[in-house]
């Protein structure tokens, strides 16, 4: 049985920084695609960053690009989604994502291109 479980998640001030774990078990993603996801309330599912394939191929979604890095540990199963000089309308709760395949970039995007799902994190920023 496949499972994604998140960690790091928490309340940080507008500007802090935080760091966001997966840890995968039952199946290694190597060489397949992991992803982050997060959902406001009221709002839709938005992709923030992805990374696919033994090169370890990185995607980050507009409103993230130069803030957030994902990184992953194949020994460990693990993703990470380090942020950095975090907004208030970041605040969200964060989804980690797995897919066997590696994602091209038309698809690594789409929530409905990844086969296993975290339960989430909330992050809140906020003074």
């Known amino acids: 049985q496949v499972q994604l479980v998140e960690s790091g998640g928490g309340l940080v001030q507008p500007g802090g920084s935080l760091t966001l774990s997966c840890a995968a078990s039952g199946r290694t993603f190597r060489g397949g695609s992991m992803g982050w996801f997060r959902q406001a309330p009221g709002k839709d599912r938005e992709f923030v960053s992805g990374?696919?394939?033994?090169?370890?191929?990185?995607f980050y979604g507009d409103s993230v690009k130069g803030r957030f890095t994902i990184s992953r540990d194949n020994a460990k199963n693990m993703v990470y989604l380090q942020m950095s000089s975090l907004k208030v309308e970041d605040t969200a709760v964060y989804y980690c994502?797995?897919?066997?395949?590696?994602?091209?970039?038309?698809?690594?995007?789409?929530?409905?291109?990844?086969?296993?799902w975290g339960q989430g994190t909330q992050v809140t920023v906020s003074s």
């Open positions: 990374i696919r394939g033994t090169m370890n191929n990185k």
């Open positions: 994502a797995a897919s066997g395949a590696s994602l091209i970039l038309s698809t690594i995007t789409r929530s409905e291109s990844y086969d296993y």
